[in-house]
Structure formats: C-alpha cells, structure tokens
C-alpha cells in the first residue's frame, strides 16, 4: 500500500497514471474510517483503474475548535482497514500545511443559496472549508471520478456545485448510507457516543423512517410537529432541526407539490455530539 504525505509525491503517480491513461476514482474523509467509508473505496475499485483515499481532517471546515480538536484520529488503525480492502489503494495523509500552507483559510464560494441552508444555518463557513479541500485535493489528484456518501446530502449537492463553478473535469458519485443495525447512520462521531447514546441514537432513522411511510398521506406541517414530540424532553437527545426539503435547491417546505422530490434533513445532539441523518421521501 502506498501512502504519502507530501503533495510532490503523490503528484508524481497521478502524472504517470494519467500518461498510462488509467482512470482515477477519489475518495476523500476525514479518516476515523467505518464500513460506510469502505463501502464508498469498495465502489470506486469497481469503476476505475486506480483509488486513491484521502485522510485529511479539514481545519477550515469546522465552525468549533472543540470538535475540531475532539475529531477521532485513528490513522495506522484507517491505513490497516484499507490494505484488508485493497492493496493497491493510494493513500494520501497531508498535513494542514501541504494544503494550505502556513494559513488555512477558505474560498468564499456562492454555491446559489445551497450553503445557507440547513448545516449551513448551523455551522456558518463550513461549507466554505468543505469546497475549498475537495478543490485542492482535486487540483492535486485530478480524479476522474469522486465519490461522496448521500449521508451528508447537503455536502454532495455542494459539490457537484463546485465541479460546475471551478469547471473541473470530474464526475461526482452519491452514494447510499451505510447504516448500523439499528439503523443509525455510520460516522466517526459515533465513536463519541456512550453505550446508551449510541442506542438511543437508532431513534433518529426511525423517526426519519416514519416520516416517509407517512408523507404520502400526512402534512408536511403535522409531520414537522410530531417530530419534534419524539424529541420533546428526550432524556438523550436534543433535536437541532429537521426540515423536509427540496431535493434540488434543499429550501424547506411546508406544502408539498406533486411533481418534486423531496427529502427529510435531521440534525440531533447527543451530549456533545452532534448526528446528521436523512432519508428520500418520494
Ligand atoms: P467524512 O470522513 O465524515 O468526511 O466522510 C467521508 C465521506 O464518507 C463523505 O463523502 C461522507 O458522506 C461519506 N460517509 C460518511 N459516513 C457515511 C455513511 N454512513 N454512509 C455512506 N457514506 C458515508
């Protein structure tokens, strides 16, 4: 498995790839990798000749220097799951200042109204910090296809944005979410979670789950109502927002139309940590 910290290095494999014209499928994170990571390197070693996996833990994208600093790191453990995977994957570690130099600031990017809703309401500049990454890592590893998980929604939309305002080359792949049993979504904040905040948390794709058996049927406002009733002085769990959506421009609704397609968006602290989840409604 090669892995590599320095832009310089791993420039020089995408060069040689591209001159042997083999395709380049990109899977960015932010390491902590869980089966929902793997599932997305799982994908891209089907569709191309080569995978390469970042694992960059983004300064500029997060809005609380605790969560920052709190973020699990778990490198050697990321790099052992992928060999187990695939030893033919390309690994690439930068450190901040590989991509930033010595001040990580972000693009300001207009990404039409996408980046003020719902995360973007929450954690003001993240959205910034998240397209500013995904485009140096793009400069640097000029995928031919990138893969993002539809567990963080917002974020993909977003980048397909940028792909069309940075005209870059790249074809952007959504992914479905990768679930535990109990159905709470994959993520490395998980691993944050006390033994009963991890089970109390599969409340929040239940609701999510309810919400879509009943959207045929219910109003968006009696839907909006109820769930936060599941929440109400919910001993665990403090709902942040939960919005149905428009799957194109992600404005939330409070009527629903025949011919759009919407989706259901939560965001839920448990203790300190904060939880995304989000369903397809129709
Ligand atoms: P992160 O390391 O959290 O930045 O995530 C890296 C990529 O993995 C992003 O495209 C996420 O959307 C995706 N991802 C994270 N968790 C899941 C999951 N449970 N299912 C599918 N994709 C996921």
Same mark, same amino acid.
């Given at each position: 498995?090669?892995?590599?910290?320095?832009?310089?290095?791993?420039?020089?494999?995408?060069?040689?790839?591209?001159?042997?014209?083999?395709?380049?499928?990109?899977?960015?994170?932010?390491?902590?990798?869980?089966?929902?990571?793997?599932?997305?390197?799982?994908?891209?070693?089907?569709?191309?000749?080569?995978?390469?996996?970042?694992?960059?833990?983004?300064?500029?994208?997060?809005?609380?220097?605790?969560?920052?600093?709190?973020?699990?790191?778990?490198?050697?453990?990321?790099?052992?799951?992928?060999?187990?995977?695939?030893?033919?994957?390309? !690994?690439?570690?930068?450190?901040? $200042?590989? +991509?930033?130099?010595?001040?990580?600031?972000?693009?300001?990017? %207009? /990404?039409?109204? #996408?980046?003020?809703?719902?995360?973007?309401?929450?954690?003001?500049?993240?959205?910034?910090?998240?397209?500013? !990454?995904?485009?140096?890592?793009? $400069?640097? +590893?000029?995928?031919?296809?990138?893969?993002?998980?539809?567990? %963080? /929604?917002?974020? #993909?939309?977003?980048?397909?944005?940028?792909?069309?305002?940075?005209?870059?080359?790249?074809?952007?792949?959504?992914?479905?979410?990768?679930?535990? $049993?109990?159905?709470?979504?994959?993520?490395?904040?998980?691993?944050?979670?006390?033994?009963?905040? #991890?089970?109390?948390?599969?409340?929040?794709?239940?609701?999510?789950?309810?919400?879509?058996?009943?959207?045929?049927?219910?109003?968006?406002?009696?839907?909006?109502?109820?769930?936060?009733?599941?929440?109400?002085?919910?001993?665990?769990?403090?709902?942040?927002?939960?919005?149905?959506?428009?799957?194109?421009?992600?404005?939330?609704?409070?009527?629903?139309?025949?011919?759009?397609?919407?989706?259901?968006?939560?965001?839920?602290?448990?203790?300190?940590?904060?939880?995304?989840?989000?369903?397809?409604?129709?």
């Amino acid at each position: 498995m090669q892995v590599h910290n320095n832009k310089r290095d791993i420039k020089a494999d995408v060069a040689q790839f591209l001159r042997e014209k083999k395709t380049i499928g990109f899977v960015p994170t932010m390491g902590a990798l869980h089966d929902g990571h793997l599932a997305l390197v799982q994908k891209a070693l089907t569709e191309n000749s080569v995978v390469v996996v970042s694992i960059f833990v983004n300064p500029t994208q997060f809005n609380n220097p605790e969560d920052l600093q709190k973020y699990p790191r778990t490198i050697s453990n990321d790099i052992n799951l992928l060999s187990t995977i695939s030893n033919d994957i390309i !690994v690439f570690c930068p450190t901040s $200042e590989e +991509i930033y130099g010595s001040n990580p600031i972000s693009i300001s990017y %207009d /990404f039409c109204g #996408l980046e003020h809703e719902m995360e973007g309401k929450f954690r003001s500049g993240h959205f910034d910090g998240v397209g500013t !990454v995904i485009k140096h890592l793009f $400069e640097i +590893i000029s995928p031919t296809k990138a893969y993002f998980g539809e567990k %963080d /929604f917002q974020q #993909l939309q977003i980048i397909k944005k940028l792909t069309e305002i940075e005209k870059m080359p790249v074809q952007i792949v959504g992914c479905p979410i990768y679930r535990e $049993e109990s159905g709470l979504a994959l993520s490395s904040r998980n691993k944050r979670l006390t033994d009963t905040q #991890l089970k109390e948390a599969s409340l929040i794709y239940r609701t999510l789950l309810e919400v879509k058996n009943s959207f045929g049927t219910k109003s968006v406002v009696s839907l909006n109502e109820w769930v936060t009733k599941q929440f109400e002085n919910h001993p665990e769990l403090t709902l942040e927002y939960f919005e149905i959506a428009e799957v194109s421009t992600l404005k939330s609704i409070t009527k629903k139309d025949k011919n759009i397609t919407y989706r259901a968006f939560i965001a839920v602290f448990a203790g300190e940590v904060r939880l995304i989840d989000n369903i397809a409604l129709n």
